[in-house]
């Protein structure tokens, strides 16, 4: 069997783990493993479900020091944040502990007047989800939580930069959970589409392109499936904002875990002294501090990889070749791991690629509009739609210009990254496909109604 080797970004000799690339015909083995195990898991009691899962978050809080250096270790993760997400993996699974008790379903009133009509919920079977490395902990954990809490086995396929993280969580939940209903299976793209090809309900979480594939395979399956994709998301900043606090956390957004997440604010759009805010978001941008993901002040650490470095380094250099001015970073870090510095960018062409696709990395661009629906439109202009902020002190504004942000999240002086796990998440055009993922929305994808008639 072939292997896949996870590497620390800050330090690339530091090997975390060595894996198997586990081919097809595993892959269907582990999901049919999971779904005799996941029948019996569907017959416990729903009260028997949640206990397990509040064990699982006793577990993981138990063990949230160590399993948040494994973060910082495999995907680099700056500390901070890396405990914040661990955190917010416990909290998940205490969420979807107390959601396995929720009514299940309603009553109608019968046609006869006599018969109980009425909707139960069924799990699918083996729920198989496929993660990215950005959130190692809490994607797998908002995708299996409520998975495993409404009666399914769960195949987890991790990103092939981080099996060492959900290695972990499946080893520290395997005191809780009977055997066999949660299966960690480790490889890559096609590990990921076998899986696909055998689970009864799939829930990705990825780049546009695989998820482009993951729902045409499952549609063709005729299983449900959900997908969560990329941004290229805007911050918009009207005259009238606060500017100090919006260039912070714009800042924060656009750089903090350098860039790496679908969340992170790409295009900086700005009604007014462009220029001015621009040298306002430098300073912020430079104040950041950047380097360690070990150290607690680290906001900006490594990418993920050399490739993800050499991205971010050919965008600021592609822009700048076509007249733009890189106001900050655009080079690599003198030293060892995957660092680039936190770029910021204006004068960038119209179409340029920084204005219109996910370069997931710390790198946005400034650019002017001239009044705040120009700015609306500019925001919607992209392919994407998962998030936009729109910074103003001017209610009128919030109240109509939010609703037209043509996105999934929209957020009022608030930056585009940070979610509310109990609120549904997702976006509109090509960043999401399928229902919502998190909050109460979690529990229809998850299952099925059958709508039962009892007569007398
Ligand atoms: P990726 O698409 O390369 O990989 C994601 C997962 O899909 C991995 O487990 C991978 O092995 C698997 N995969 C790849 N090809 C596949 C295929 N054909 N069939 C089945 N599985 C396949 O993404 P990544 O680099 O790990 O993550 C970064 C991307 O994820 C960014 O685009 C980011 O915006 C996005 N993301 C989105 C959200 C969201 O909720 N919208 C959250 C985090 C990350």
Redesign the pocket.
């Known amino acids: 069997m072939d292997h896949i080797e996870s590497r620390s970004p800050q330090s690339p000799d530091d090997l975390v783990v060595q894996v198997p690339d586990s081919p097809a015909a595993e892959v269907s083995a582990a999901v049919e493993r999971t779904r005799a195990a996941g029948a019996g898991w569907a017959r416990r009691p729903a009260t028997e479900r949640a206990a397990a899962l509040g064990a699982c978050a006793d577990a993981l809080a138990a063990a949230a020091g160590e399993v948040a250096a494994l973060v910082v270790r495999e995907v680099g993760k700056p500390v901070g944040e890396a405990a914040g997400e661990v955190a917010r993996g416990v909290a998940i699974l205490r969420y979807f502990a107390q959601a396995a008790l929720l009514p299940e379903g309603d009553v109608y009133p019968p046609a006869d007047g006599a018969s109980l009509l009425h909707t139960r919920r069924r799990p699918h079977g083996v729920a198989g989800l ?6 190692p902990v809490a ?1 797998p954990l908002w995708k299996a939580a409520p998975a495993l809490a409404f009666g399914n086995g769960v195949v987890l ?5 981080s099996p060492a993280v959900a290695l972990r969580l499946a080893e520290l939940f395997a005191g809780a959970l009977p055997d066999g209903v949660l299966t960690v299976v480790t ?7 076998a ?2 090809e055998r689970a009864d309900a799939v829930s ?8 482009a ?2 729902r045409r ?1 499952a549609a063709e399956r005729g299983v449900p499936v959900q997908c ?4 290229q998301n805007a911050s918009i900043v009207l005259p009238d904002a606060d500017l100090a606090a919006a260039a912070q956390a714009i800042a924060a957004a656009a750089m903090g875990y350098a860039g ?4 992170a604010t790409s295009r900086v759009i700005v009604v007014g002294d462009a220029d001015g805010f621009a040298e306002r978001l430098v300073a912020a941008v430079e104040a950041l501090g950047v380097g360690d993901p070990t150290e607690p002040g680290t906001a900006v650490g490594p990418v ?1 990889e050399a490739g993800a470095r050499d991205a971010v380094v050919n965008a600021a250099d592609r822009a700048a070749s076509r007249g733009a001015k890189v106001l900050t970073g655009g080079r690599p870090l003198d030293r060892a791991g995957w660092f680039v510095g936190p770029t910021v960018v204006s004068g960038v062409p119209e179409g340029d690629e920084l204005l219109t696709e ?1 370069v ?1 990395g710390p790198i946005c661009a400034v650019v002017p509009a001239a009044s705040p629906e120009a700015a609306v439109e500019a925001a919607n202009s992209v392919r994407y739609g ?1 998030v936009a902020a729109l910074f103003t002190r001017d209610l009128g504004h919030a109240l109509t210009l939010a609703p037209r942000l043509d996105v999934g999240m929209a957020k009022v002086n608030a930056p585009t990254a940070g979610v509310d796990f109990h609120a549904p ?3 509109a055009k090509q ?2 496909y399928g229902p919502r ?1 998190q909050g109460p929305a979690a529990r229809d994808f998850y299952t099925r109604t059958t709508t039962v008639t009892l007569t007398p």
Do not use: D, H, Y
């Open positions: 496929i993660t990215p490395w950005n959130f994607i396929k991790p990103a092939e930069q490889g890559g793209g096609a590990a990921g589409a899986l696909v990705f979480t990825g780049s546009v392109a695989a998820g594939r993951v395979a969560e994709m990329g941004g790496q997440k679908c969340t993920i996910e997931f998962l998440f997702g976006g960043s999401s993922e």
